[in-house]
């Protein structure tokens, strides 16, 4: 009797233990991580990183394999050179079947970091960032936030730092204080938070990681004034450069004039700040008054001298064709709506055709792509499905942008057929959640946008089911 | 060097004969071989014991021991195929065989100048794809020259014709019938420049076609009268035909001379029997065998004069070159055509090597190993044009040592003609110790000029070289390629890099982006970057010539697909290529091409793909008629000729004729696009139709159910789908027609009347659904919402069973396999 | 099919137009644009500094054989030197002046190049 007794005290004595042991563990879980991220990651140890990492099951519990790998490509990342050997180590353990989790597309980015790639890591950290906050671990989002932080702070983009710094769902300490910071120094507000004390800024600065670093940002922050109500930025001051060209000295001859004004916006570099719709249409006109007038008599005359094969007319319509399509070019670079063309005579509505098919175009192409894959249920990887959405997404909103409304509502019957296909392909048979559910909120928004009823009813009921 | 001293020479290695030619600036000699002819026969000999007979000696076996006596190897110049001879038990490539022949002729050229060439311009012809190209080459390098530089044959042809006649300005026409190929080139001379303006050709079209014509005839003959069946395509009779086709030649070269002639061979035999040949074969009945073939010259020639616009009698000269066009026939069908008489004086058999050898003057390519004398002398480097037409060109120089004694260093020098009368001034050297000076010259003919040098204090200064020598006569503009060079996409593209008529040399640099995962150390994975050549849109069209590969197993990191690539492909100036791949992510480098090769060419393969063509041809041939399009039956009904052709010669390559199995593949690819085009000009009637249609429905339904805005773009787009239809450019028709389709489709979707339309014509389709079973179920559905009136139960009905028609076709496989875009 | 052509084409045109190549307008002869071709190709093969440069509108350019005889082929055709007569309206001119720097908007950032050290991380 007392044998069973002890026996079965030891049993319950065992299992308390080992309940305040995984008690204990998911509750220091987020301790854990913060260690792991620091102290292992930080110092570039990646398998250890890996192997710890395995014991946060808390955290990761949408994302089991994505989790560990994204440690590693964290400690792969503080390691001072890049290591292809490890990151293809790393890949391998994300690969598999099944799909894939917020951890994974991140773990993704950091890895396309660590090789250069920055752009493809850009576009992996949107990704991640816009998974479902219910499937994605809170780390995976807090490092893809930090990371598109830290990217846009670096490259001067600080109306990014300031719109993602703050987002509920992806900031940390350290995006806070870069935001905040950005904020009091430009005169700006951000979105929905009040501007920073100067008692708030230090408590931010102290907490971000390398205060080192950092200080000198925050000296700059406290140095300007605190501002409290909105105000409207100030617009970008006009560039005052010497042209290499001026067109003003050709004002009496058309061709000459028009080529230019063409050559003069061909050379300038940052085109999507100097470039405004009134040039635009200065432009076209001044090529409307070249090809007016005498252009097709004098081509023919030098047609004659040379003794030609090509007729005068067809010439001078390559002529134009060449014109039109460097106009559109122009367009398309410059970010200016087609609308801007339509009122510019002749050659503006002739390359606001070419642009509207140009850009009409490449979505289709891309869409024609989907289409066939979904059709012939030809799966790529997870991270390659996101690069060829993506893909698809940025020429759709290049062409919305560009072409306006009417260009996005001749688009959207395709784009949504198609696209609700292929997501729901990922979804029913692939079980790829994390990538779909996205890819219907998208459709929804746009949906609306356009007016489409039917589409979106048939996105809510998307959307709505989990 | 004096003027004396100066040996250019040139060689034109055809198919049936080959030729060397000297040029010493003044005048083009030609070179005796060892029987004291000009022309020696392309035929290599080894017998038994290894010993190896090239040219007449060699030629005389051709009858007697096929096996060991090969000729007409030019043709299988860049395939695989090695040759066989069977007695010495070896094989060789085409290229050595090419290797030998030039071999004997540098031989004869060390016997009649004293010395061997080291540097030459050997002749091409204009089509020759790369790998031919490529084995030309490296036949000049086995034979031991140092340095070779590729010339197209009608160029020389030209140079020679225009070198020996008063020019007169205008468009020619270069006609070259050689033994096994046809070229055919448009000229223009202008103010001394001697222009290529284009090329067109057949690679398998030459007197070799007469020859197997009158083949064709004497068996067609022996079947008839005296019952003996002989094939081509049997392997067991292929000796017997070899001689009654030398006795075929033999009979069309006598009928240049005579009106009749007899074609007589005793003791033939096939299978069992034996029996003689005894035929009489006149001029009349030559022309009307070889009408067929010199036809398909004239329509090529037709073709090129239409491609560059030139109009009928629009020409100033016709050449006519190679030993097949010596025919009188020939000659007078070919000069009927054109409107002109064909120039006389000039010897069509070694009219190239002449060009070629006047051609490596322009390109101061000397024959002579590089003299060992030394000179003293302050060395000059010059520059200046080896051959110019224009009478006073620059002569460029530069001091190359300075810093040595000012008395022994030039501060002026002056250029004066060898005969005394005329000099520059004394002209300082530049900073740069540079000089530029106008020279002028006599007219057509070779022009020495001493260089004089003169020290700071006045006194003489030797310099090196003394003298330079120009050749007055014609510039040549530089040759231009023969095929658009490309690189096909995934998508059937060609992504030109660089369109016929480029001149050479030429480089060009394209970013392309992969379309599919390159793992790193995975040997499987590859991103294939096919170099194509061919005129036509459609990758699948163009002809393979070299394929760039980069496989995981070189890769440092794994390339995602999207990866850029640049892609940098090089030409020289005889059109050899080179390509290089950088991948900027990881800054590796890819040169190896792969399959430089013409591929091989298997009877079955051929065999399925008549069939598959005599498909197509029927039911062009059935739509044609039944809408009663003449031009398409026409050019249906030459489709269906040269199919009979293409038929025997795959007949002959199952016989075991290489030579016509490569032909026959040629001749397929051609036909395919034949008919591709007839399908593409089929479709403009029908795409005008659809859009006049299209813009009707669109007009009422987008003003009856279309938003404001729909209806601008509306009328936008009507007027872009006039301007196509008027410019009838199908690619722009198709990209409005889209934009018009979609626009009534936004608009009608808000008339009800419109889905049940939509649902009559889906469920007419059940036939081609990837799940009829599926469908049955939504066309029964979809009755059931049409009965009940319920138009959102419809719409969304015919929406799933648009979801359930097919994909589309494959077309990577199309665009030979490629991995980029 | 070729890519479709871009505004950088238009500069590259303009640039690389074979008048300004030669140094010759558009007026000249052929028989100008083969001496003056012929004369570069061997003062570039030498190396000399006075045809190392030819002036555009945008100002100087690196010459090279290549494209002097790229230039000469394209002239010599009639068809492509119509349309580069066309484009070679504007006379070449020596070194234009740099344009300046356009100013950023006044209480703006500079970029901020320690952020991924602020997070921690030693590269980006």
């Keep these: 009797m007392n044998v069973l007794a002890s026996f079965l005290a030891a049993l319950i004595l065992l299992l308390a233990v080992a309940a305040w042991l995984l008690l204990l563990l998911i509750s220091i879980e987020p301790l854990l991580w913060r260690v792991i991220r620091v102290h292992v990651a930080g110092r570039g140890w990646v398998r250890p990183s890996v192997w710890l990492a395995r014991l946060c099951r808390g955290s990761f519990e949408h994302d089991r394999r994505g989790g560990p790998v994204l440690a590693g490509a964290l400690a792969l990342l503080a390691r001072p050179t890049h290591d292809e050997g490890v990151a293809t180590w790393l890949e391998g353990q994300m690969g598999g079947a099944g799909a894939i989790g917020a951890a994974g597309v991140v773990a993704a980015g950091l890895i396309a970091a660590s090789r250069g790639q920055r752009d493809a890591a850009r576009d992996l950290m949107h990704n991640a960032s816009n998974f479902d906050a219910e499937v994605a671990p809170a780390p995976a989002r807090v490092i893809a936030g930090e990371w598109l932080v830290a990217d846009a702070a670096e490259r001067g983009d600080w109306a990014s730092v300031m719109r993602l710094g703050v987002r509920p769902d992806v900031a940390s300490a350290q995006t806070r204080f870069l935001a905040f910071a950005a904020a009091r120094v430009r005169r700006e507000l951000l979105i929905d938070e009040p501007t920073a004390t100067d008692l708030g800024l230090r408590w931010l600065w102290w907490r971000s990681a390398d205060r080192r670093a950092t200080r000198p940002l925050l000296q700059r922050a406290l140095a300007s004034p605190r501002i409290l109500s909105r105000r409207k930025p100030k617009p970008a001051a006009p560039v005052v450069a010497a042209p290499p060209i001026d067109p003003a000295e050709f004002v009496g001859e058309p061709l000459a004039y028009a080529q230019a004004l063409h050559a003069l916006w061909g050379t300038v570099a940052d085109l999507e700040r100097s470039l405004t719709p009134s040039h635009l249409i200065d432009l076209c006109r001044a090529w409307d008054m070249a090809f007016a007038g005498p252009a097709l008599a004098q081509l023919a005359a030098r047609s004659q001298a040379l003794a030609t094969v090509i007729r005068p007319e067809l010439a001078l319509a390559q002529l134009r064709r060449a014109v039109c399509e460097e106009i559109a070019a122009l367009t398309a670079r410059a970010e200016i709506p087609l609308g801007a063309l339509l009122d510019a005579g002749e050659i503006g509505a002739e390359a606001a055709i070419l642009l509207r098919a140009d850009l009409l175009g490449e979505v289709e192409k891309l869409n024609q792509g989907l289409r066939s894959r979904t059709v012939q249920k030809r799966g790529l990887s997870s991270v390659e499905e996101l690069r060829e959405w993506n893909t698809l997404r940025r020429a759709y909103e290049r062409a919305a942008a560009l072409g306006g409304l009417e260009v996005r509502r001749l688009m959207f019957p395709d784009i949504h057929l198609y696209v609700c296909n292929y997501a729901v392909w990922l979804w029913n048979e692939r079980k790829e959640y994390g990538i779909s559910t996205p890819l219907f909120r998208w459709l929804l928004a746009e949906a609306e946008a356009v007016g489409d009823e039917e589409a979106i009813i048939l996105q809510r009921k998307n959307v709505g089911v989990k | 060097m004096s003027s004396a001293n100066l040996v250019y020479v040139g060689i034109d290695l055809g198919t049936t004969n080959s030729t060397a030619a000297v040029f010493d600036g003044d005048k083009v000699t030609l070179v005796r071989n060892s029987q004291g002819s000009p022309i020696t026969p392309s035929v290599v000999r080894i017998d038994a014991r290894g010993n190896l007979i090239v040219g007449a000696r060699a030629r005389r076996f051709l009858e007697s021991d096929p096996d060991n006596t090969r000729a007409e190897f030019k043709r299988l110049m860049g395939t695989a195929q090695a040759i066989r001879f069977a007695a010495a038990g070896v094989e060789r490539r085409p290229e050595e065989l090419a290797a030998e022949v030039l071999k004997s002729l540098r031989k004869d050229i060390e016997d009649q100048l004293g010395f061997v060439p080291a540097r030459a311009v050997i002749s091409v012809p204009a089509l020759f794809e790369l790998p031919q190209s490529s084995a030309t080459s490296e036949a000049a390098r086995l034979a031991g020259f140092e340095r070779v530089e590729l010339l197209q044959e009608p160029i020389a042809s030209a140079l020679a014709a225009g070198w020996t006649i008063e020019d007169k300005a205008g468009s020619w026409l270069v006609y070259d019938l050689g033994g096994g190929t046809f070229d055919v080139s448009l000229l223009e001379t202008r103010d001394g420049l001697l222009r290529v303006i284009g090329h067109d050709g057949d690679n398998f079209l030459g007197g070799r076609d007469f020859d197997w014509a009158i083949v064709d005839w004497i068996l067609e003959q022996l079947a008839r009268k005296d019952g003996v069946a002989l094939s081509r395509a049997e392997p067991g009779h292929a000796a017997t035909i070899r001689k009654i086709k030398l006795a075929a030649e033999e009979a069309k070269i006598e009928l240049s001379r005579v009106a009749e002639t007899s074609i007589a061979v005793a003791g033939l035999s096939v299978g069992e029997t034996t029996f003689d040949l005894d035929l009489v074969l006149d001029r009349d009945t030559l022309e009307r065998l070889c009408a067929p073939a010199i036809e398909r010259s004239l329509v090529v020639c037709r073709r090129l004069l239409a491609a560059h616009g030139v109009p009928e009698g629009g020409l100033t000269r016709v050449v006519m070159v190679g030993g097949p066009s010596v025919m009188p026939m020939v000659r007078r069908q070919v000069s009927a055509a054109l409107g002109l008489p064909p120039e006389e004086g000039l010897d069509p058999m070694t009219l190239v090597a002449q060009g070629a050898a006047i051609y490596a003057a322009t390109a101061g390519l000397e024959a002579r190993p590089t003299a060992l004398e030394p000179v003293r002398g302050a060395k000059i480097w010059l520059q200046y044009p080896a051959m110019s037409s224009d009478l006073t060109p620059h002569v460029v120089g530069r001091l190359v040592e300075r810093g040595r004694a000012s008395n022994v260093v030039p501060s002026e020098v002056r250029l004066s003609r060898a005969d005394g009368l005329w000099d520059t001034p004394w002209t300082g050297l530049d900073e740069e110790g540079a000089f530029v000076l106008a020279v002028s010259l006599i007219a057509r003919r070779p022009n020495v000029f001493r260089l004089e040098g003169r020290s700071a204090t006045g006194g003489a200064v030797v310099l090196d070289p003394p003298t330079l020598t120009i050749v007055q006569g014609l510039t040549i503009s530089d040759p231009p390629l023969s095929r658009t060079i490309g690189v096909a996409t995934a998508g059937d593209d060609v992504r030109v890099y660089f369109e016929r008529g480029a001149p050479l040399p030429a480089r060009r640099t394209f970013t392309l982006q992969t379309v599919e995962t390159v793992a790193k150390g995975s040997k499987d994975s590859l991103i294939k970057i096919p170099i194509v050549q061919g005129e036509y849109d459609a990758a699948h069209l163009c002809r393979l010539v070299g394929a760039l590969e980069i496989s995981g197993g070189e890769l440092r990191q794994t390339l995602p697909s999207g990866t850029e690539i640049e892609l940098t492909i090089e030409l020289d100036r005889g059109g050899r290529m080179a390509a290089k791949a950088l991948v900027p992510a990881t800054g590796q480098v890819f040169e190896q091409i792969a399959h430089l090769l013409v591929p091989e060419a298997a009877p079955e393969v051929l065999d399925a793909q008549i069939v598959a063509l005599r498909g197509r041809l029927g039911e062009l041939r059935t739509d044609a008629f039944r809408r009663g399009l003449a031009g398409v039956i026409d050019k249906l009904g030459k489709a269906e000729a040269a199919l009979v052709d293409l038929a025997l010669d795959v007949g002959a390559a199952k016989g075991g004729d290489a030579d016509a199995a490569q032909k026959a593949r040629r001749s397929l690819i051609e036909l395919d696009a034949l008919l591709e085009s007839v399908e593409l000009d089929r479709r403009w009637p029908e795409l005008d139709k659809e859009a006049r249609e299209a813009i009707v429905y669109a007009t009422i339904v987008v003003s009856e159910h279309g938003l404001p805005h729909e209806q601008s773009l509306f009328n936008e787009t009507a007027r872009a789908v006039e301007r196509a239809r008027q410019t009838r450019d199908p690619l722009e028709l198709q990209r409005q027609l889209r934009l018009l389709n979609r626009l009534s489709y936004a608009a009608g979707s808000r008339d009800p009347e419109v889905w049940r339309r939509r649902f009559e014509n889906a469920s007419v389709d059940l036939g081609n659904l990837t799940d009829p079973v599926k469908g049955q179920v939504l066309i029964k559905e979809g009755r059931e919402a049409l009965a009940k009136g319920d138009n959102d139960a419809l719409r969304r009905v015919v929406q799933k069973l648009w979801q359930l028609t097919p994909g589309d076709p494959e077309q990577r496989r199309r665009g030979h396999d490629s991995g980029v875009r | ?124």
Aim: contains cysteine.
């Design chain 3, 1 to 124: 099919m070729a890519g479709k052509p871009t505004m950088a084409d238009a500069q590259r045109r303009l640039v690389e137009n074979p008048f300004y190549v030669l140094g010759l307008r558009p007026e000249c002869s052929r028989l100008d644009v083969e001496r003056e071709g012929q004369k570069l190709l061997g003062m570039l093969e030498l190396r000399l500094k006075s045809a190392a440069i030819y002036m555009t509108p945008l100002g100087p350019q690196p010459r090279s054989a290549e494209r002097v005889r790229a230039a000469m082929a394209e002239l010599r055709n009639p068809d492509r030197r119509l349309l580069h007569e066309f484009w070679a309206r504007l006379p070449p001119r020596p070194e234009p002046p740099k344009p300046p720097e356009p100013p950023r908007p006044e209480h703006d950032l500079e970029p901020f190049s320690a952020a991924f050290a602020a997070h921690g991380w030693r590269r980006p």
